[in-house]
């Protein structure tokens, strides 16, 4: 299993630019994540995913958008980047039940894309 | 709301010691904890899963434990080696919720 796979690994966008990050994983995992790490201030949750076809925000939503249209991919959009999206992103994984069953389990983490807007 | 403390922040041990590294959660209905490690420039790696059934988990050198009384996890690191050097983060999740909450991580610098 290659696990949780993210591309690109690094990228320069220019204020007011569209990207698509994308993450893939191999696990048949029904929940995935999309997290933000800043320097010193911790993982924010961006966006989140419970199966396909169902999506829902986080802590930090503004400014990305999210779709689910198969177990395995959950692409993050920006929308006219700005400087304040330069960070780490991450995406993650977890198998796991409905939530009054017990909800996700384990998660797993790609590798990280590295986003700078100038 | 759930919150995760991690404390110290930073920690710098010589090669062989065995350590301890702390997490605090306020809301004791925790269904799991996980504990990462993050060495710099990349992704997390699961070290252990503690279900709330559980006391302790056991992997190598690392082990884990859960009370969920007090709020709190332990992740004991036996002998440490240089290779430990990175930042190690918690995450607590809620029963109903998808969720995990993060700490903020404690960096241990193991010097040899």
């Known amino acids: 299993n290659a696990g949780v796979t993210q591309t690109p690994k690094f990228r320069i966008l220019k204020i ?11 696990m048949n995992h029904n929940y995935m994540y999309w997290y933000r790490q800043d320097p010193g201030m911790g993982l924010k949750l961006i ?26 991919d959950f692409p993050l959009r920006l929308e006219l980047a700005a400087p304040s999206q330069t960070s780490v992103y991450f995406c993650a994984s977890s198998y796991g039940r409905g939530a009054l069953a017990g909800g996700p389990d384990e998660q797993f983490f790609g590798p990280g894309t590295r986003l700078t807007v100038l | 709301k759930q919150e995760v403390t991690q404390i110290p922040a930073a920690l710098s041990v010589p090669e062989g010691e065995n350590l301890v590294l702390n997490c605090s959660f306020t809301d004791s ?27 302790e988990q056991t992997s190598g050198r690392l082990n884990a434990s859960l009370d969920k009384s007090s709020g709190r996890s332990t992740l004991y690191i036996a002998a440490s080696q240089p290779g430990d050097s990175a930042t190690y983060l918690c995450a607590a999740r809620t029963g109903g919720s998808y969720i ?3 700490g903020r991580g404690t960096s241990l610098i193991v010097h040899p």
């Open chain 2, 29 to 55: 209905a925790i269904y799991n904890l996980q504990w990462f490690r993050q060495d710099p420039g990349k992704g997390l790696t699961s070290l252990l899963l503690i279900q709330s059934s559980q006391r």
């Open chain 1, 47 to 72: 966006y989140y995913s419970v199966g396909a076809g169902i999506t829902d925000k986080g802590e930090v939503p503004n400014g990305y958008n999210v779709s689910r249209s198969t177990t395995e």
């Open chain 1, 16 to 26: 007011g630019q569209s990207m698509t990050l994308q993450c893939t994983q191999d």
């Open chain 2, 100 to 102: 995990p909450t993060f």
